[in-house]
Nanobody, 124 residues
């Protein structure tokens, strides 16, 4: 499986963006996908995750109520809708695949395959 994240860019505070994570190489329907972010000088931070079936979803407290994770019917694309963006949301956003069917996991070390990241810059 290879992952391609896209959709980042500059946005003003309070604005919205939608990130996409496309999986290729093997069907990803069975695999959970997580979004993480890393701001300059900070550790990689969990943002949200969705199970392979799409029936289980989880968000970090920091983004809950502002971000929405979903996946298309084919299961090969996972979206992260981001609303009411704040300057502290500025980071490189990564998607990752968890090949173990153990439910939603928030630890980045549990994820096996990572995309290249897409930069989100929120200006106030």
């Amino acid at each position: 499986v290879q992952l391609q994240a896209s959709g980042g860019g500059p946005v003003q505070s309070g604005g919205s963006l939608r990130l996409s994570c496309v999986a290729s190489g093997r069907p990803s329907t069975r695999f959970g996908v997580g979004w993480f972010r890393q701001a300059p000088g900070k550790d990689r931070e969990y943002v949200a995750a969705i199970s392979g079936s799409g029936k289980t979803i989880d968000y970090s407290d920091v983004v809950k109520g502002r971000f929405t994770i979903s996946r298309d019917s084919d299961g090969n694309t996972v979206f992260l809708g981001m609303h009411d963006l704040k300057s502290e949301d500025t980071a490189i956003y990564y998607c990752a695949v968890d090949l173990q069917p153990l439910g939603i996991r928030t630890d980045p070390t549990a994820y096996h395959i990572w995309g290249q990241g897409t930069l989100v810059t929120v200006s106030s």
